[in-house]
């Protein structure tokens, strides 16, 4: 049978790593929670730290830590004391949109634009790549960087076989295509490796794009976020103020849940959410003109209206859209008179009026 002189320090910290922050995927020691900590006894206590808008999500952590420690054997006796400190107000934006954590992180990137989705497969790294392009058109020095670490697909999408250089500087130099500077960490990997990394290895990865990467100045860093809510969200956060996030969606019912959860996350750590884009949104037959709704029709503006966030538009299903794609020619290049580019141009142009107002 377990005894208290059996309960270690190491073991209190190995049960709190499987206590979660609500609606992310990173523990609570990670995190830096876990303050004086003491062990002794069969008796542990500590300082659970945290700084948060939602005193619900602190007592829920609180109520997780202790109920996982009461069930370690050899624990008698479990003291948390919760110490919720306020965050700091979020910086005010100006006309050159919010200051960066770091001065020395994207230092001449006037705005940092997240692309988000809570889930998969809603064509956010489509959206991404024609964003970008988009802003380029309006005239704007425009970046884009995948740090869909996963899934990295920007390579593909716009059409880059090339590797990047390391410069004079020891910085990675971004490859130019369409006039618009792309990062990705498929210009680095063969196209069949699968990506295998923890927690610690994706943050740090996202973290060399951020830094290592020769950006140069830029009006816009548009940046493609893995689907979901973890560790790259996490790390782009404390690594720098994001101007924004644009939250992409389809009309399904399932993706709009996850979408709220995205949204909520960006809310959290204090990120203005410029507003939700719905995607596939319907289907216009090009030769009769007719509209069909395939995957229902109007939730992403629903769900703008009840968050009360921006509804920047809909974005028609197009076959063009993904044979542009899959030949590296985004359709903003390939078609750019078309109706899924004008969206597009429209989405482009709400954008930079919200960073620049």
């Excluded at 107000?89 to 994207?106: F, S």
């Excluded at 996202?206 to 996490?234: R, Y």
Aim: proline letters at 7%; aromatic letters at 6%; charged letters at 25%.
């Amino acid at each position: 049978m377990s005894t208290a002189a059996e309960v270690t320090e190491e073991k209190v910290l190995e049960t709190l790593r499987t206590v979660r922050f609500p609606g992310l995927s990173r523990d609570i020691v990670s995190f830096g929670f876990i303050k004086d900590l003491a062990v002794g006894g069969g008796n542990v206590s500590f300082r659970l730290e945290i700084t948060t808008e939602s005193p619900r999500a602190a007592e829920q952590i609180q109520r997780d830590a202790t109920e996982r420690l009461q069930a370690l054997p050899g624990v008698l006796a479990v003291t948390i004391r919760l110490d919720l400190r306020e965050p700091s107000p979020a910086p005010p934006r100006g006309a050159a949109g919010v200051p960066p954590a770091d001065p020395g992180i994207l230092a001449d990137v006037r705005f940092k634009i997240a692309v988000a989705s809570g889930k998969g497969g809603v064509g956010k790294s489509t959206v991404a790549a024609n964003l970008a392009l988009s802003l380029q058109r309006l005239g704007r020095r425009v970046g884009l960087m995948d740090s869909d670490i996963y899934g990295p697909s920007q390579q593909m999408m716009m059409g880059i076989d090339e590797k990047p250089y390391v410069n004079e500087a020891n910085q990675i130099v971004p490859i130019e295509r369409y006039g618009v500077r792309v990062m990705s960490l498929g210009f680095l990997m063969d196209v069949d490796q699968p990506v295998i990394w923890r927690g610690p290895m994706v943050m740090k990865a996202v973290e060399q794009f951020l830094q290592d990467v020769a950006w140069g100045k830029l009006d816009d860093l548009v940046i493609d976020l893995p689907p979901g809510t973890g560790d790259a969200h996490l790390t782009l956060t404390q690594k720098i103020h994001l101007s924004g996030a644009v939250i992409v969606t389809t009309p399904q019912d399932v993706s709009l849940i996850d979408a709220r959860k995205g949204l909520a996350m960006f809310q959290k750590v204090n990120v203005p959410v410029l507003g939700i884009v719905e995607n596939m949104s319907y289907y216009l037959c090009p030769s009769c003109g007719n509209r069909e709704e395939i995957f229902k029709h109007g939730g992403g503006r629903r769900t703008a209206e009840q968050l009360r966030v921006p509804f920047l538009g809909e974005i028609p299903l197009d076959a063009r859209v993904a044979a542009g794609g899959d030949a590296g020619r985004p359709i903003v290049i390939a078609e750019p008179r078309s109706g899924v580019t004008e969206a597009y141009l429209r989405i482009a142009e709400e954008v930079t009026r919200q960073l620049e107002g």
